[in-house]
């Protein structure tokens, strides 16, 4: 009897716990135009340019008493072609479960890391800008190109405005327990019209723990993964890091706003051979933006970004000067058409995709194939549906 009961009052929980699973996503296309794509112009209709395209599935359980149970599982793909996107990983954007409760979330699974979380949104090209107008290849990866694996993330709830969360990621190596470890830490102050941000990322072994966890294949271990100029001749490092920071303030229909990151690439050499090993590549990155609601449904915006990373054995440093613009008209809550315009110009000499000596940099905006020489131009006109 008493059995039984139990089991009632058991089935009886089950049967009230309030859960949900919400299917949803994006489909972003449109028509971009290069000026210059490995020395040609180019025309191409390509997909997830203002944000990826995507899909996904999210969920949560009410387990009583302030807590429940979520999960989310998110793939990207390629509109103008169907295929997977992130190397073709079947859930390559995120799959993470945890538990959700008035202390926090902590969740287990493929996450982003603090640096995309706190001061990622803050950039252009998280914004309205695109990614193409991201900071030059996403060096800082503000724009989100590369995720976290094996990742144990908590983030805790509002105090006043301000939130902060932290992620580590196991490395998973017997007997070297750091070698592929990530690691990173960020805080959030929003109160009103000022938002304020700042983060940290290390990776050790960026190569495969950071840099190669985009592939459906295995790794590459001994050459860069790497894939834009600005930056692949670093891939040997043994230790990648970004501090990163930003801040923007509204005042009416008006928001002015800037980020800052400092990378750096200790260690070079330590992943392969590299005519720099032993070496450290730094950069700085800053950027001013602007954007402004003319009207509920019409938002414009532009930005300026400047990147300057150091000498590289006595030659002219590499600098990289974008500019941006955009606008964007909401036809309803879930649809909207844009349009965005990117320019970069590089200058100075960088190492070399092998990391065997150097090479003059070319200007590479993020995504696209690299120009010829130190100008590239894009533009684009796009539609994003959100479903």
Same mark, same amino acid.
């Given at each position: ?41 180019? /025309? ?162 960026? !190569? ?80 001013? !933006? ?15 970004? /400047? ?7 006595? !030659? ?56 010829? !020489? ?14």
């Amino acid at each position: 009897m008493g059995c039984a009961f139990s089991l009632a009052l058991g089935l009886t929980s089950v049967v009230h716990a309030q859960s949900s699973v919400t299917l949803y996503g994006i489909v972003d296309e449109g028509l971009t135009m290069i000026t210059n794509s490995g020395g040609k112009h180019q /025309y191409l209709l390509n997909s997830g340019v203002l944000q990826s395209s995507r899909w996904g599935l999210r969920g949560s359980e009410d387990l009583g008493a302030g807590m429940k149970t979520i999960f989310r599982i998110e793939s990207g793909f390629d509109a103008s072609t169907g295929k997977l996107g992130q190397g073709g990983l079947g859930f390559g954007r995120q799959a993470y479960v945890g538990v959700e409760s008035n202390y926090g979330t902590v969740t287990l699974g493929r996450q982003y890391d603090s640096v995309v979380d706190f001061v990622g949104p803050l950039e252009a090209g998280d914004q309205w800008a695109s990614s193409m107008g991201a900071h030059p290849g996403d060096i800082d990866n503000f724009n989100n190109s590369y995720r976290t694996n094996n990742a144990i993330k908590y983030t805790s709830p509002s105090y006043g405005g301000f939130t902060f969360g932290g992620v580590y990621s196991l490395g998973g190596i017997a007997g070297d327990y750091s070698r592929n470890q990530v690691w990173s830490v960020g805080g959030q102050f929003s109160n009103g019209p000022l938002v304020l941000s700042a983060a940290y990322l290390n990776v050790r072994n960026p !190569n495969v723990a950071f840099f190669g966890n985009s592939t459906s294949g295995t790794v590459n271990t001994t050459t860069s993964n790497v894939s834009s100029p600005i930056y692949s001749g670093f891939g040997s490092a043994h230790t990648y890091q970004v501090l990163g920071a930003g801040g923007a303030y509204t005042v009416g229909a008006a928001t002015f706003g800037a980020t800052y990151s400092n990378v750096k690439f200790y260690g070079l050499g330590s992943s392969y051979a590299s005519a720099f090993a032993g070496q450290t590549a730094t950069f700085n990155n800053a950027e001013v !933006n602007f954007k402004y609601q003319i009207t509920p449904a019409l938002l414009a915006g532009i930005a300026y970004d /400047y990147l300057h990373g150091s000498s590289v054995n006595g !030659n002219s440093a590499p600098k990289y000067n974008q500019g941006m613009a955009g606008l964007d008209y909401f036809l309803s809550k879930r649809t909207d058409i844009y349009v965005v315009a990117d320019y970069q110009h590089a200058s100075g000499y960088t190492a070399n995709s092998a990391g065997t000596g150097v090479t003059r940099a070319v200007a590479a905006l993020p995504t696209l194939s690299a120009s010829s !020489n130190s100008n590239q131009f894009a533009a684009r006109i796009g539609i994003r549906h959100k479903f």
